[in-house]
């Protein structure tokens, strides 16, 4: 059973999607299907974040960040898989082929990358006036090779970036003087890619022209951490949750509401036998399962 669930991922084992989950000080790996646990870690004096990190030839990894110290983790016993690199200080994580990348917590706020296959950090990207608070990659769809980086920082402005060049991409989109607390990625179904950040509201841009798309969404938070796109028949939505414990559904095209708000603390979407299920880190510590587009949650893990 997972207990006390403050971030909530999902892992690819054996083409099953596993709930990463962390409590705040311990990371687990628990089979959704049957509620099992798969691994345990050791606790953390703190966790700030928790991603998992696709190696491309083995199982993915999971990247913690807790405080001074990014550590790697093996998904199937929750054992270091490699050193820790005790000199880092990074909040949001983001993952593109193999590589890890991060904001730093340190002036002159560069994005920091490491090599999943090894753990060796590489060569850092770019800097922010502020501290990045917010990080997604942008495959593009007429040039899936050549990725955009979108980080967005305290200052309220998103930044992107290609990785390959290190050179910024276009102007900065700016939100105003409010941290940007969340960030990802849209495809729509006409073929456009959105960037879609969240401070207590919810902004879209184009991602190739830096246009707004409508008006910015009142999210009923005053801050939102945590924003996932995923598609539902046929329509992408974007699902929020707010510092005030409650997982907002929007249509990313529209900005419209969709469905009830629910209480909670996280959230991410998994195939659960085959069908696509939003996953609740509830209030009182335990995970729910709903299948999106019905009312009521299947069970309970």
Not at 52 to 72: K, N
Not at 144 to 156: F, L, M, Q, T, Y
Not at 224 to 246: F, M, Y
């Amino acid at each position: 059973m997972i207990i006390d669930a403050l971030h909530l991922t999902t892992l690819p084992l054996d083409g099953v999607d596993m709930l990463l989950s962390s409590d705040g000080t311990t990371i687990q790996v628990h089979d959704p299907r049957t509620g099992q646990l798969v691994s345990s870690s050791a606790p953390f004096t703190k966790i700030n974040e928790i991603a998992a990190v696709p190696t491309g030839w083995r199982d993915p990894l999971i990247a913690v960040s807790a405080d001074e110290s990014l550590s790697w983790l093996n998904p199937r016993t929750g054992e270091p898989a490699f050193l820790p690199d005790k000199s880092a200080l990074v909040f949001p994580l983001a993952t593109w082929a193999g590589t890890l990348i991060a904001g730093s917590g340190h002036p002159p706020y560069p994005l920091l990358r490491w090599d999943a296959g090894t753990g060796t950090r590489l060569e850092p990207l770019g800097v922010h006036r502020d501290q990045v608070t917010a990080i997604t990659v942008l495959n593009q769809l007429d040039q899936p090779d050549v990725p955009v980086i979108c980080a967005g920082d305290r200052s309220g402005s998103v930044r992107r970036w290609n990785p390959r060049t290190g050179a910024q991409i276009g102007p900065a989109l700016d939100v105003g003087d409010e941290v940007i607390g969340a960030i990802t990625p849209v495809s729509l179904p006409d073929g456009r890619q959105l960037i879609a950040a969240a401070t207590a509201d919810l902004y879209r841009w184009d991602a190739i022209t830096g246009e707004a798309i409508g008006a910015p969404v009142v999210i009923d938070s005053y801050a939102v951490g945590s924003l996932t796109a995923v598609e539902v028949n046929g329509r992408p939505q974007l699902i929020t949750v707010g510092h005030d414990q409650v997982v907002h559904r929007w249509d990313a095209e529209t900005g419209e509401r969709v469905g009830e708000a629910a209480p909670g603390r996280c959230a991410t979407v998994l195939h659960h036998y085959g069908q696509l299920t939003l996953a609740i880190g509830t209030l009182d510590g335990k995970v729910e399962l709903r299948p999106l587009g019905q009312t009521h949650p299947d069970r309970r893990v």
